[in-house]
């Protein structure tokens, strides 16, 4: 199956002469996404493909997080995991997730990774591609003090740090959600009517 | 009944795209003493009473779950216990999730919450038939806006001629901020959304093709789009992609 997806803006109206407003634009101004997907290589039948956009249509679907929010790691070193290290306060095993070779790496990725695990940080470094800024910053400061994890920790940029612990509160998130909808055969969950009986147990009910 | 629930508008979703992360200071008196927070911002949740399902004032789009940070409410049914439950297995617990320490600065994570189930608004679909694994079958903004569009007409004509077999599904939709259009084709296709996977099957499709085009027999050519169906399925039905916590996160 192939995706082509054009996401386009719902704020890019047509076109006009800029002019000055009150606010300035920051994140959350966004009223949504207009997606156009275009999906290939179906095997269903037409009738099944119809029948399975009118129930989303009807229905929606469960609002995961998506995998992109737990980064390239996997289940090994995603960024959740990283996220629960930095709440815990374990800066070395945070920084030791983040060097955990996985799948996605690239060979010279791979190399760097390797070269971080020996504690050869000048090897790392030499390796590491420029965009990996964060792993960079913790090469050279354990380069210049291979015992100061929480110092290496802290020269991460914040933002980086904050995506992890978003990732953690995500990863929950998702779990609970899979708890939540799992007694319920869609579409039996459109009504809180439905929730006194599956949940007798209920401290109000 | 215990369900959190909450009509705000504004809980679309602020954690990915408003600071909601805020500084407080290092003295540690200072850290447990809620109080002295602005409270302002939170956000409004209610826990659903047998009264409000008596008047049914709510429905599922209003039942949210939390995002767990300072000062969350817990539904007050098993997922509660659950939320709970996947903090303390983790060495954590509602109130150490509090703080956090970023760059040598204790800050603590605010609370929020969001939504269990989307729906996509404005939603269209359409079918299409197509001849060529890469045929156009939507145009594009960037293909509108160039000056000499791609010329369609002789593989449109190719696709009339050959009796098209290949199926295609068109949607467009609009989502709200923070929702994943990943997490409505998982729905939609009840596939794995993991990029590594798509990989595979563009790959598995352009090989099929390649067969096909070699194989001068029309046998030869059944055979292998019976094989690249086969390929397909199995990949698709691999175990670790198919349990509901694997699938949150299994990359």
């Given at each position: 199956v192939t995706l082509l997806a054009s996401d386009l803006?719902?704020?890019?109206?047509?076109p006009s002469l800029p002019s000055l407003v009150p606010e300035p634009l920051a994140?959350?101004?966004?009223t949504g996404n207009r997606f156009e997907i275009v999906l290939r290589?179906?095997?269903?039948d037409p009738s099944v493909v119809e029948a399975a956009c009118e129930g989303l249509n009807s229905t929606g679907y469960v609002n995961y997080f998506g995998?992109?929010?737990?980064?390239?790691?996997?289940?090994?070193?995603g960024s959740h995991l990283i996220g629960l290290q930095i709440f815990q306060a374990h800066w070395k095993a945070a920084l030791d997730i983040m060097f955990q070779p996985n799948s996605a790496d690239r060979p010279d990725i791979l190399q760097a990774k390797s070269a971080f695990q020996k504690g050869d940080f000048s090897a790392a470094l030499q390796l590491?591609?420029?965009?990996?800024y964060s792993e960079i910053r913790v090469c050279e400061k354990l380069r210049s003090d291979p015992h100061d994890y929480a110092g290496a920790y802290h020269s991460i940029p914040r933002s980086t740090q904050l995506i992890c612990v978003h990732a953690f509160q995500s990863f929950i998130f998702n779990l609970a959600t899979t708890h939540r909808c799992?007694?319920?055969?869609?579409?039996?969950?459109?009504?809180?009517?439905?929730d006194r009986e599956v949940w007798p147990s209920g401290r109000r009910g | 009944v215990g369900d959190l629930v909450s009509q705000s508008k504004?809980?679309?979703?602020?954690p990915l795209l408003s600071p909601d992360e805020e500084t407080i200071p290092s003295d540690p008196a200072a850290?447990?003493?809620?109080?002295?927070?602005?409270?302002?911002?939170e956000v409004d949740v209610h826990v659903v009473t047998e009264d409000d399902i008596v008047n049914a004032r709510?429905?599922?789009?209003d039942v949210v779950l939390p995002l767990v940070g300072r000062n969350s409410r817990l539904p007050e049914h098993p997922t509660g216990e659950y939320i709970r439950s996947l903090l303390e297995e983790r060495g954590l617990s509602l109130l150490s999730i509090n703080d956090f320490e970023r760059s040598g600065v204790r800050s603590r994570i605010r609370g929020h919450y969001r939504r269990i189930i989307e729906y996509p608004e404005a939603f269209t679909y359409r079918l299409a038939r197509y001849t060529?694994?890469?045929?156009?079958i939507q145009q594009t903004e960037i293909n509108a806006l160039?000056?000499?569009?791609?010329?369609d007409s002789a593989s449109a004509a190719a696709t009339e001629a050959q009796e098209a077999k290949r199926l295609a599904l068109v949607i467009e939709f609009n989502l709200s901020p923070g929702s994943y259009a990943t997490m409505l084709l998982r729905e939609l296709m009840?596939?794995?959304?993991d990029s590594s996977y798509h990989a595979e099957l563009t790959a598995a499709t352009a090989a099929a093709d390649v067969t096909s085009r070699d194989g001068a027999a029309v046998g030869e050519k059944r055979r292998s789009d019976d094989l690249s169906g086969t390929e397909l399925e199995s990949v698709t039905k691999r175990p670790a992609l198919e349990g509901p916590d694997g699938e949150t996160i299994t990359g």
């Open positions: 803006n719902l704020l890019t109206p047509s994140m959350g101004h966004l290589e179906i095997q269903s995998l992109q929010r737990f980064g390239r790691g996997g289940s090994e070193s590491l591609p420029s965009s990996m799992d007694p319920y055969p869609f579409p039996a969950l459109l009504t809180p009517r439905q | 504004s809980l679309i979703d602020q850290d447990h003493d809620d109080d002295t927070l602005p409270e302002a911002e709510y429905t599922i789009r060529s694994p890469n045929e156009t160039q000056l000499h569009p791609r010329d009840k596939e794995a959304t």
